[in-house]
């Protein structure tokens, strides 16, 4: 039996593109999706905090969203893992926080090197990891959510950036590499979150490579 | 007797808008003239920091500027408290801090949070909020203040909707709301600060809606 | 179906009081134990730390052990929550540490309260909680282990006193209260971790009382 | 006008020594009692935290009770200041904290460092300082309250150093000394606190020193 | 003998523009440079970290590259000083993290008051500072570290403001000044960083201005 | 040429053991004295704060005097390195600190975890690294040093376990080790801190185990 750490951010949560809305069924979200897909071979702890960064400060809520602090602590308590899969960066795009996907893209690589530092220095070896590029953002008519992200277009601009920084950086790092754009669809009604379905979509859409890589 | 705390950055502070000129008189800040205003019914406990942001970190000066970090310290010096006034946000325009009036907004969302759930947590009842939206920003000769601001126009531009903003914050979230721009004006001075009498405005103008909110 | 947090260090992570023995199986650990003693009525979601202490700094650790400074995070990714079940304290008594089991209640008491302002400040409700009393420290040959709680007197009397201030405690604040002393003893190879049998006991222990607050 | 900083924990806060009873009234508080006693040539601006310790952490409360991470918050938002009059110590002494009168005595002194720091940084004239030794810890049946002062003794022994080591310190950063034990004592109630005409006696005995150090 | 502290980012560490190449030698370092110039009459300790702004955070490395939160250590572990070089700013031209020359004066004002306020503090003598405004940023076919910097004509513009804003806060607070960009220019091959010889060159220009200030 | 980190405390600053007396020469400090002994086949850096401590926060002075939150910086700005020399601890017995020699073992653990990682997560090689256990505690009449570490009897006897605990620690983890107790004696003037000749001869006896170490 694997053990698979999914670590994210409201994506992963399973956040609601209705304002309000509940969060996603269990069996929707996409770490849920994805250990359906495995069989019964391996179990997926779903880590996904609204608002988390890849590692910027944020603190317009109560919970510590900078992804790179709480990350050794959630490592500690889920160990061991054989694989952690990333889908962060979507909040790195509010040019209040920090803006761009280059540079989400470096704050995933400082992920990586947390794990890989984290196990290395305790002598143990370290999972394999996966970086997933998130969704494209979309246009909507939820003013507020557009303008966290600078409007739609700086929004969109960037996010449509994050596949390629991030398969460079996945190269640079030899980490495993999935555009969840290529699978999944931000909902029109805040251009950030995804319905049951697109969410879905991406625990479906990692099932080969996840498999590929363990070995399953 | 009631109590209040007034939070705020330099405008509650009393800062002078002449460059190295003293702070304004204790008779001319708006906390001692919502006091005056209130006819002996309420002790007004004034508490602002030059350059505090609602809750994004500056590391420019000694202080922690950061109006998050350090509200939990001061409800618990100053309680039990009546009512909190928050007026904040304009340092929250400087681009290299935030940027912005809508994020600002969802700063002031934050503090609210952070009061109501101190409290909560101590099974305490919770005091009652105004959101304050600050005065505009104005043009000056002082290059190094408009740089901070991100220039004339942006800080204008940013200023211009706090009142929008911050009312819809105060209506989600039941809070009272008032407009400081609607009372004074900043000092071209340094197109941020306010001269004596517009500091004193700011808290006669508060009079009305303290008063109906604290019952007096 | 219910969701409950099960919140606490290595007795809740699983550990093995073996050094250097593998972590308990997934079926050993309490919260699993617990889940299964539901029959299908919740789910548990385990965080436990190895090392985590109620609102103390630990810094000898890659993960930050303040179980106060974490919380926030995951209850924001685990919500939303019918349960929140806490047993720690054990970590408390070192004596480099806190040293004190009176100190580990009140640490307790600030985890309530965060648990409570959290939700409170968002207008939500709070889950249910309950204060689990860890087992008791015993003799081991184990030196380090020892040593790192003061040596075996001082574990040993300290621990002796949980049950009492945890159930002041839970008594002040109306929360839920049990003494997992009662059902689980440590094992003699470190003298504070449990053995495979002990540790499902206290998942199997809490089951009546769960059913109770969450009417199953 | 002067201005004068009192900078505490709760027995400047004003603590009802009967648990869960009111805050002492605003006229029976020190820094009031000392105002009052001035006579009208100063303002004496109170900031006392339950709690507070000279410079250690302390994560059981909501607030950030390290009496030197705030200090230069409060210097910032007051300033200028003609006088600083800091009674702290007694929070030290619970074992789980720090438990010695002579390392709070080395607290005070980074206080003082902080405060001369804060503003010869700033190219600034430092206000004047006055260490206050706090009144001793007295027996009481509180045994919460007894215990985190690590029993009656403790605590007695403990406070009975104050006045030496905060007078040694004084002497060697030449600041002004009051040891609030000559004026005040604990209430039995719970060992620590004050009852409102202890509390207004150290503002009463503050009195002739203050208008010495501030030629009054 | 005096002794210097030649404070700064990955220009005083010695970073190779070539991406992957290695640190230049000891002896091409500028404060290697700067010590040869000084024939043995000064001692010069390097402390230059990658990546490190003024007083900004930036969490996309290990190490901790806030300016300010480290230069005190530094100033304990170094002293007596006779004299404190600075040579900051470049990094505080990444839009994620500051974006503005004009932000990285007021980030090294901030230094020159924690480096005056430490000693004062303690009542010791401070250093010496000079402020020392970096070289231009060059384009460069690096996209990568072009984007950090926010692209070339982003980078360049803020970085031609250096001198002017350096130059003004060094007048305000009587601090030495030297303009870096005089006597070095940034390789093309990433657009930042120096080759050896434009790296001595710093060192070597400072020669005349710390043999002044120091009266060698 | 070799590069080393000696990495420290006061007794690597080279702190007088006169009260106010000055630091050491740089001559006869042990970091210069191994450098000497090296021949020019190595460079020493020395990193000796006063008060620094393995892992535990110290808030008595404007440094940061926590060993690990530290390091990572200082790796970073003196690599490559191919060995880090660490002595820390005693200020670990400090009973407001820590107190115990056995946690300062652990707390040196955490330090070669932090040093390993730094290096393992970028994918470079860690140096070499050898704890040295500091010299012992010794009786004297500089009452307020020897009440920091809780009197003569608990420093002496807690020194004394030093080296039996660094070096299970440096077994476990592969590390060199070296008791610095074997070449130096405190000095009766404050009972911590060494003369000239006792600092140089930490250097000069690590010169043996160094050469082997990077085979010189």
Redesign the interface.
Known sequence: ?KTILAYGDSLT?GANPQPGGP?HA?EDRWPTALERGLGGQA?VI?????GRTT???D??????R?G???L??L???H??LDLVIIMLGTNDL???I???A??AS??M??L????????????EQAPEIILVAPPLVCDSDNA?MM??FGGYEHGLNESRQFAEHYAKRAGE?NTGFFDAATVAKASPLDGIHLDAANTRAIGEGLVPLVKQILGL
Request: aromatic letters at 12%; a positive charge; charged letters at 25%.
């Open positions: 039996m949560y969060r269990y179990r779903a880590e996904g905090l609204g590692v910027s400060d603190w317009y809520a109560a919970a510590d900078n790179g602090r709480i050794p602590t490592l500690e308590s160990s061991p509010k040019p209040a920090c803006g761009s280059l540079e470096f704050g690589r400082r990586v090197q947390i794990i890989r530092g984290h196990y290395a220095g305790k002598g507020d303008g966290h790092w």
